[in-house]
DNA sequence: CTGAAAGCGCTAACAC
DNA sequence: GTGTTAGCGCTTTCAG
């Protein structure tokens, strides 16, 4: 591996100091640096084609410019945006990214924030799997790596998430709005607080009218779950809508029905959550609400880098179903 | 920020040498080190709860345990997939992987990897925007970065694609078998080599038996150019069938002939590639070519790590629309 | 305003 | 078999 130029190389082509050719890497200097003496450090570096290798800075400030974003699934659209959000607050920063898939496994989970710690990352974005590790947690918080949790809720940890109850709420008065009465609903696993929340907003609504929900099921936020306990749903009972905790599982609502020869919206509506992009392929298009999954990921990375980690809500919207052509509610 | 237990804690603790400690962490004792020492520093080193430092290690070997991608949009699923592979493997390997999206920009996609340079990275698995910044490339391969591209090809570098241009020969072939004649093709930009190899599989087909396209159109690899140059040729002429370059493309296409009044698959046949996950729940259900994008990235990933990059073509299949219920193809 | 020097934590010759 | 030692390239006091 052929050697890259380093500091000392370019102070003697400068003609200073390395320690000179350093504050004006980090524009550290006190007091102010003369004019000349920095034009010509700029020139050797140009020259030489000089960049500071990251290594060693880090080990010397006990800090690596990185940030690190821990998920479950890279290939979740959902979590991929939040992802693509942190990095592109991180790459203005001059952070480097690194991404961390737990592929739902939380002891994959475990293995990476020791890893982080290693790593001597500036922050963590955690979307946990389930309820993690409560020592490698407190280690990474022990040595002063910050952290924030995205898009769920794990005890003792800033937040931020979206408003997935009040969203839930609006949503199902959206439902009721448009006539439907009968609403069955498919939550996401009870150990997610992010399902829970749904859940709860959607039985707000139904309380201020003094309703009752048709029947509230527990499945997973996959596909397949959806499609099975909506197909179990639509043998015992007949709601006129089912509300899914999320798009993915909405689709399988969709299909079930379909395969059951009912008609969407007119037989049965169905609404999703989350606003994925692939959604607004689907038809009849589903009426769902949108999580700012990109914004999570950038105000994250944002508090990491500042310093200013703290809970935050982030507002949701209901997004209809287009009204123009075929849509999932009447 | 707590200072962690650092190698000569632990040797003091085992009462060795860092060395020592150095060579039970790396397996390095060329002669076999005495069972007993080994022991008391693993026993040491469980105790601190000790974790080497990884910028420490990175400066001295001058070179970091980490693997990156780069590419173009990970929150197109294709490309999560790919990083997904690229992820296993470098974790398997003890290593971290660096996310750097480009976000379509060349400009960008040019400062990573300077970045990735600084890094001291193991290996990059690149998957270009367009034609790539040769002076960066060469400053990478100079200093001996390991690089693969892939699932698009860059002169002079190695690459690890799929066998597009096969692909899309048996795919046409299948539309041919099922009956369609009169095939217009939708392709990708000119100056992707992914979206040449697929149009050059269609017209391999079409010329062995003497046929010729009803059309060819190039467009944009996103669901809008496919919509807006599917009403235009459905506008101009009637082809029993449009094959597009991707799966987004093909599903625009759908929805054009669907605001048509065309019934997908009996008026028009549709084709897309990819067989992108969601895709699955698109109704009629997409004929396409399944491309391996993970394989593509664990491959990737274990060359680099290997040091054994070549380039590699791997093989498609086919994917009929199900046949049990409605899909794009007859 | 700039330079000298120490050291971050680890590894790899080279000793013994 | 194991220890000693000299850095890797950078930052940051402390001097001047």
Redesign the pocket.
């Known amino acids: 591996m052929v ?9 003697a082509l400068a ?9 004006v ?2 524009g ?7 004019p ?3 034009d010509r450090v700029l020139e050797a570096i140009r020259k030489l084609n ?8 880090s ?4 800090l690596a410019q990185v940030l690190a974003v821990l998920l479950p699934d890279i290939s979740n659209p959902f979590f991929a945006l939040l992802a693509r959000g942190v990095e592109a607050v991180a790459f203005d920063a001059g952070c480097s990214t690194l991404i961390c898939d737990s592929s739902n496994s939380v002891h994959k989970e475990t293995r990476y924030l020791s890893l982080l710690l290693a790593e001597r990352v500036q922050g963590v974005v955690f979307v946990p799997v389930a309820q993690p590790d409560r020592d490698a947690i407190d280690r990474l918080a022990h040595c002063g790596v910050r952290m924030v949790v995205a898009d769920r809720e794990v005890r003792g940890l800033p937040t931020i998430s979206a408003d997935n109850r009040t969203g839930s709420r609006m949503l199902t008065e959206h439902l009721l709005e448009l006539g439907y009465r009968k609403i069955a609903y498919i939550a996401g696993p009870a150990d997610v607080s992010t399902a829970n929340d749904r859940l709860a907003g959607f039985l707000d609504a139904l309380k201020v009218r003094d309703m009752t929900p048709v029947c509230v099921c527990h499945g997973q936020f996959t596909y397949e779950s959806a499609y099975a306990t909506a197909k179990a749903i639509l043998a015992r009972g007949s709601p006129d809508a089912i509300m899914a905790a999320n798009d993915l599982m909405a689709v399988g609502v969709m299909r079930a029905a379909a395969e059951l020869g009912l008609i969407v919206p007119d037989d049965l509506g169905v609404a999703g959550f989350d606003h994925v992009p692939w959604a607004a392929f689907v038809r009849p298009q589903l009426t769902t609400v949108e999580v700012p999954a990109r914004r999570m990921g950038t105000e994250a990375a944002r508090m990491l880098l500042e310093g200013t980690v703290e809970s935050l809500l982030l507002p949701v919207r209901v997004i209809p179903g287009e009204t123009c052509s075929r849509r999932s509610m009447r």
């Open positions: 050697r890259q130029p380093t500091i000392r190389q370019v102070a003609g200073v100091s390395p320690s000179t050719v350093s504050r890497l980090n550290t200097d006190g007091q102010h640096m003369r000349a003496t920095r000089y960049t500071p290798q990251r290594a060693a800075r080990l010397r400030r006990q």
